[in-house]
């Protein structure tokens, strides 16, 4: 028999191996839910859609799959939009799906019809109005397009009255993968010969990298190297945090404009996959900045003053093996930086009639429990 379109999506993301969507239902998007039920995969019902598009993108990011979300047409759809946005800036991989008004009455019905797509375009790597064609194909486009780097959302619409129809099995929507390009032998030749002549060097390890299949890579260069180093929040654990290089993390509003103003002392900066949106500082706009990741942090009219986009770890290694540079920086220099973190965010007092401060906590937490242990 032929699948109706929401089983067709139902099995091809379970094939993908989705095994929760996280929404707010409607009416308009019941048969979805039931698809996904029959296919093995959860609904988990959140009590809003926001907290659904924020699940979703926690889910991308944790597991390097796309998550998803799901909610029904006009003000349900509407409010997927924060986390959606939240998933484009922070590169979380998720598949954004809502219904959206019936073909049959979306000529002349005004009730809860919006233009969807044109709303999420701007905040997604994708916008794309299912229409029971070539379903298939374009949901396994949209999931490449997801995990391409930079990796982000991709919105997807569907009509209830299409939902529920049998999917035409043709050509899909026209969703474009940019090809990965060379890696610029004369910008890596660049920044060996910079690194190799710096007295005072540093790093900033950041999200626009392999965070599973790069961190090995990441942190043999740091060790060998010896440059001090930072990272930022959403690559907290890739880099070595007990090493006497690392200086702490560029989180804003604790402590980090200390790291920036070592980082604007130093005569060479190299990012690696540092990606500019978790920034707040300038220091990525000196011309001693440079920059390795595996997708081009370019906005607008920003660009590095060089920029390596290829596979950061074979880029790292090569960089590890030609290095020979002799920093004049002092052991003391980077715990130096550390303590004064440390300090800057350490609350006065550990307890008052208030309670415990939630630093203390998290802290003793860190000093008796093993290393891998994770919070929620």
């Not at 308009?28 to 839910?33: A, K, Q, Y």
């Not at 229409?131 to 486009?141: D, I, M, P």
């Not at 290089?245 to 200390?258: E, H, I, K, V």
């Not at 390795?292 to 607008?300: G, I, Y």
Request: glycine fraction near 8%.
């Amino acid at each position: 028999m032929t699948q109706t379109t929401a089983q067709v999506l139902a099995d091809e993301l379970h094939s993908a191996g989705v095994r929760s969507v996280f929404g707010h239902p409607g009416g308009e998007v019941v048969d979805l839910i039931h698809a996904f039920e029959s296919a093995g995969i959860q609904f988990v019902l959140m009590g809003h859609e926001s907290a659904a598009a924020l699940a979703a993108g926690t889910v991308g990011q944790a597991t390097g799959s796309p998550g998803v979300c799901l909610s029904t047409l006009g003000p349900g759809a509407c409010n997927l939009v924060l986390g959606v946005g939240d998933a484009l800036l922070d590169r979380h991989p998720v598949l954004a799906l809502s219904a959206r008004t019936a073909t049959s009455l979306a000529g002349w019905h005004s009730h809860q019809n919006l233009e969807l797509n044109t709303m999420f375009a701007p905040i997604t790597k994708a916008s794309v109005a299912l229409n029971g064609t070539g379903t298939r194909e374009t949901l396994r486009r949209a999931i490449d397009v997801a995990l391409t780097p930079p990796r982000g959302p991709v919105y997807l619409s569907l009509p209830g009255d299409v939902a529920t129809h049998p999917d035409e099995d043709r050509a899909g929507a026209g969703l474009s993968i940019e090809p990965s390009p060379p890696t610029d032998q004369h910008a890596l030749a660049d920044i060996q010969a910079a690194l190799n002549r710096a007295k005072r060097p540093a790093a900033v390890v950041g999200i626009a990298l392999d965070q599973r299949k790069d961190a090995p890579g990441v942190r043999s260069f740091l060790a060998q190297t010896g440059i001090p180093y930072a990272d930022t929040p959403k690559t907290k654990g890739l880099a070595d945090p007990t090493a006497d290089a690392f200086l702490g993390t560029c989180l804003s509003a604790s402590g980090d404009a200390l790291i920036a103003e070592f980082l604007r002392q130093c005569d060479f900066i190299l990012g690696l996959g540092f990606d500019p949106v978790e920034s707040v500082h300038d220091w990525h706009l000196a011309q001693n900045y440079h920059a390795v990741t595996n997708a081009s942090t370019d906005f607008e009219t920003y660009r590095p003053h060089v920029q390596v986009v290829g596979d950061v770890s074979a880029v790292l290694s090569q960089l590890t093996r030609d290095y020979n540079g002799k920093p004049a920086w002092q052991a003391s220099d980077g715990t130096r930086v550390r303590a004064s973190v440390q300090a800057a965010i350490t609350p006065a007092v550990s307890a008052t009639n208030a309670g415990l401060a939630p630093y203390y906590v998290a802290r003793v937490m860190r000093d008796i429990l093993p290393p891998e242990t994770r919070l929620s």
